[in-house]
Structures are given as structure tokens and as C-alpha cells.
């Protein structure tokens, strides 16, 4: 049984990610969730990952400190969690990179909170071009794609499993979305283990400094 350990599922847009590609993949696991605002954070952290953070997916004596490394971890267990296609599997892993690197502005302006309502906020000359970087790349994937599946790729995959923050940061700031980003959002608002992860969300306790 793979264990993977992640932070408050309010706030923790990485933990999220790796979260979401095992539930969709089939893959069970137990989960634990180390707050990462209590007074102890740090001591939980360094009894289960090599890096001090989350997400951690231990599997026996081995440990990943890294959500994309994870997911691909996932992906050796259940192929289809990438696209078969090669074209479209080298896209999907572009769009992927792109995400797991980039798009500084919207993670300091916009971090991820299920719980809030802040309309406009986090708006910057910066976050902005984010946001359009984010809404042309999901147009770009679903009119290539939309005959296959609602997903970027037609069916659900990693690629998916990266923007799922995004997906709650959108709803939390009301960013206005054209039709076919608006459309694949709420796809994937609607998945169960998405609407899983946002009822946990918001019946959890703890609130981060300054929140």
C-alpha cells in the first residue's frame, strides 16, 4: 500500500496534484496529512520526507519528495495516465513541465484557498499575463482534443492533474473564463475526487497567517 503524505488541503496546491492522479488512476493509498501551520510542522515533515515539504509518496523504502516525480510514479503503475498518443503524450508533458515551473505571478498573487471568495484579487500586470498564458494553453488542448474527451487531452491525465490548482484558484478569484476554458474548469470541478478534496477543504480547521 503506498502511503502519500500531504499539507492542508486548503491551501497545499502541490499535494493536490499528485492526490488527484491517484484517485483517478485507481491507486489506492493511505493518506497523511501533516498541518503545515501547526506548531510541530516541521518535525512532521522531517519524519516523513527527505525534503522537509509535502507531497511525500513513500511505497515501501522508497520516498518522493516531488509531485511531478509522483506522478510519474503513477503513470509507471497505470500508463494511461499519460496519452497513449505520442504527439499528444509530448504535448501533454510540455503543457505539464510549463506548469510545474512557471507561472510565478499567479502563485504569489493567487495561492490557492478553497475557502475563499475574492473577486479581483491578486490582479497584477503579471498574474494577468498568467492567466491568459493558462486560458490559451486549455483552448490550445481542447480544440485539439475535444472530439477524444473534456479533458485537455480528451481523457483525464496528468496534464489535468497539474492545472487542478489553477481550476480552484479561477473559482476562488472569479476569473472570467471564455466558453471552452469554462467548460473544461467546470469538467473538472465536478469530478468526485475533486469535489472530495474541496468538502475536506472547507471543513478544515486551520486558517494560515494573514488568510
Given at each position: 500500500?503506498?502511503?502519500?503524505?500531504?499539507?492542508?488541503?486548503?491551501?497545499?496546491?502541490?499535494?493536490?496534484?499528485?492526490?488527484?492522479?491517484?484517485?483517478?488512476?485507481?491507486?489506492?493509498?493511505?493518506?497523511?496529512?501533516?498541518?503545515?501551520?501547526?506548531?510541530?510542522?516541521?518535525?512532521?515533515?522531517?519524519?516523513?520526507?527527505?525534503?522537509?515539504?509535502?507531497?511525500?509518496?513513500?511505497?515501501?523504502?522508497?520516498?518522493?519528495?516531488?509531485?511531478?516525480?509522483?506522478?510519474?510514479?503513477?503513470?509507471?503503475?497505470?500508463?494511461?495516465?499519460?496519452?497513449?498518443?505520442?504527439?499528444?503524450?509530448?504535448?501533454?508533458?510540455?503543457?505539464?513541465?510549463?506548469?510545474?515551473?512557471?507561472?510565478?505571478?499567479?502563485?504569489?498573487?493567487?495561492?490557492?484557498?478553497?475557502?475563499?471568495?475574492?473577486?479581483?484579487?491578486?490582479?497584477?500586470?503579471?498574474?494577468?499575463?498568467?492567466?491568459?498564458?493558462?486560458?490559451?494553453?486549455?483552448?490550445?488542448?481542447?480544440?485539439?482534443?475535444a472530439?477524444?474527451?473534456?479533458?485537455?487531452?480528451?481523457?483525464?491525465?496528468?496534464?489535468?492533474?497539474?492545472?487542478?490548482?489553477?481550476?480552484?484558484?479561477?473559482?476562488?478569484?472569479?476569473?472570467?473564463?471564455?466558453p471552452?476554458?469554462?467548460?473544461?474548469?467546470?469538467?473538472?470541478?465536478?469530478l468526485?475526487?475533486?469535489?472530495?478534496?474541496?468538502?475536506?477543504?472547507?471543513?478544515?480547521?486551520?486558517?494560515?497567517?494573514?488568510?
Amino acid at each position: 500500500m503506498l502511503t502519500l503524505v500531504i499539507g492542508n488541503k486548503n491551501y497545499s496546491s502541490w499535494s493536490l496534484r499528485p492526490w488527484l492522479a491517484l484517485k483517478q488512476a485507481g491507486i489506492a493509498f493511505d493518506e497523511v496529512m501533516v498541518d503545515l501551520y501547526a506548531a510541530d510542522a516541521k518535525a512532521q515533515l522531517a519524519r516523513h520526507s527527505p525534503s522537509g515539504r509535502v507531497p511525500a509518496l513513500i511505497d515501501g523504502d522508497l520516498t518522493l519528495w516531488d509531485s511531478s516525480a509522483i506522478c510519474e510514479y503513477a503513470a509507471e503503475i497505470v500508463p494511461t495516465l499519460w496519452p497513449g498518443d505520442r504527439v499528444a503524450r509530448a504535448m501533454a508533458r510540455a503543457v505539464s513541465a510549463e506548469m510545474h515551473s512557471g507561472f510565478a505571478a499567479l502563485r504569489s498573487k493567487m495561492p490557492m484557498d478553497c475557502k475563499a471568495h475574492l473577486p479581483g484579487a491578486g490582479r497584477s500586470p503579471e498574474s494577468e499575463k498568467d492567466i491568459a498564458r493558462i486560458v490559451a494553453l486549455w483552448e490550445q488542448c481542447r480544440s485539439r482534443y475535444a472530439a477524444a474527451g473534456p479533458f485537455l487531452f480528451g481523457s483525464f491525465s496528468i496534464a489535468d492533474a497539474m492545472y487542478a490548482p489553477v481550476v480552484w484558484r479561477f473559482r476562488s478569484y472569479v476569473v472570467d473564463l471564455p466558453p471552452s476554458a469554462r467548460a473544461y474548469a467546470d469538467t473538472m470541478e465536478a469530478l468526485p475526487a475533486m469535489q472530495e478534496w474541496l468538502a475536506a477543504a472547507l471543513a478544515e480547521p486551520a486558517v494560515k497567517e494573514g488568510a
